[in-house]
């Protein structure tokens, strides 16, 4: 009798250990996620505004270049 106790408490211990090592691998495995997911998302914001301020340098470039052809084509008139 008290050998089937004990085999019933060692199982529950396993049981035990075995169900909060796997929540505890399926929270490293969800952070994980997330910060994958975080990171995507802060590399795509990076990469949009890097993108955003070279386009508007090049609208400032352009906008240059039509000033000074504008002011030349005046001193033509």
Sequence with gaps: MIIKFMNQAINAYYNITAESE?????RLWEKARHNEASALRHAREEGEQQANEKW??????????????????????
């Design 22 to 26: 796997f929540r505890e691998k399926a």
């Design 56 to 77: 508007q340098g090049v609208v400032a470039d352009k906008e240059a270049e039509i000033a000074r052809l504008k002011a030349e084509l005046e001193k033509l008139q």
